[in-house]
């Protein structure tokens, strides 16, 4: 436990320093080859906790200090400590004595362990007081960042409680069933007898009752299956798809919504990206699933000339690079590592990808603008001006039952998404 307990304390460093949650724990599990799976569940249970709570853990350990404490290590330890007393079955005095045991590894000043025995066992002795002084204010109650929430309560004044709520939950595991490979209920006729409970939600998506590593899936190495969020699997049918159609997604990396335009028709696809890296992850994804589409290519979807070949598209997915203020609960690191001035940062990049990829389309084709945020201005705002501007595009209508105005707002089963399907004239 002492072990899990340094590392998780060296990950929240390092995401506290700006990096990702997913990418250090990539790089925590390649450099540590022993962990053995269930201390690989530890780490990420107290990071990714300790992070979903950031805002109440941090309140209330403020209000357990006596003088500021500027040893990190040792606050980033307190975190994880706080969260674990609160929201684990495990004995609240072995949490205490691994915490100590821990600090007295990390912390070179002798009074360390000392410090974390007393505010641990003060919060034992007085949680239910502190809980409740702590979410007198706002960043203690949603743990969110005030500018996050009043964005959110100035946009959704009846719904951001149900946002910030949601973005604070376990996400779900979802599935898409390959349905060139398999009927959705014959899929979940296999989960059933394998013993896992799934319920349908929409289309091709099949939501898990418990999460589960997908090496447990029957036929994932086949390709019956894929996992993405039921919100994320709205993209490919939206597009309206027919066989022999000269299509590009435009920023398909991992290849999610790329994997899925394939299962529903024979298409001629470019699969575009600017990070080489996350192509790889595009590669992969299409060998597994036994298609490939017939161009992957490393390149800025800002610079066509570097890339296309001059042949019109029929259909463009643009799923754009984005704050993903919609899929928190599976980044909880996503709230604290993002800016106010981020937005409007992304906003712009994103109207400048829609504008140049315009020109990439037939007259007669369709453009679908999608980002994974709940923010107006990259969504929106951002497609009201792009109408403005673009004399020869129009909206389509688009329908599902979770969406409104093309906005899904994150709840139990799905992330939150946005999307614009655009007529060209
Ligand atoms: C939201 S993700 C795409 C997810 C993907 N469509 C899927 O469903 O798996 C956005 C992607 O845009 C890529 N990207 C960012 N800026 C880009 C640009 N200027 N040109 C092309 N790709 C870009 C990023 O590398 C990232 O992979």
Known sequence: MVKVQSLAVTVLGRVFSGASLTEVLQETWRSNPLLTPQQRGAIQ???YGALRYYGQLDAILNLLLAKALHDLNLRYLLLINLYQLHYSKAPPYAIVDHAVTTARLLS???GAPGLVNAILRNFL??????WGEAERDDVGKYSHPQWWIDKLRKQYPEHYEAILNADNQHPCMTLRVNTRKIEV???QKMLDEHGIGAGWVWGSALKLVQPLPIERLPGFSEGLVSVQDAGAQLAAPFLDIQDGMHVLDACAAPGGKSAHLMELAKIRLTALDSDVQRLTR???NFARLGNKPDRVICGNALHPAEWWDGELFDRILADVPCS????VSRHPDIKWLRRLT???AFADNQEKILETLWQLLKRGGKLLYITCSVFKEENGQLIKRFLQKQSDAYVLPLSHPAMDQGQLLPNASYNGFFYAL????
């Open 422 to 425: 655009f007529g060209k004239r």
């Open 282 to 284: 595009v590669i992969d």
């Open 185 to 187: 209920a014959a899929y």
């Open 108 to 110: 070179d000043k002798r």
């Open 342 to 344: 981020d937005v409007t």
């Open 45 to 47: 249970d107290l990071t």
């Open 324 to 327: 993903a203020s919609g899929v």
């Open 125 to 130: 002795r007085r949680s239910t007081a502190l």
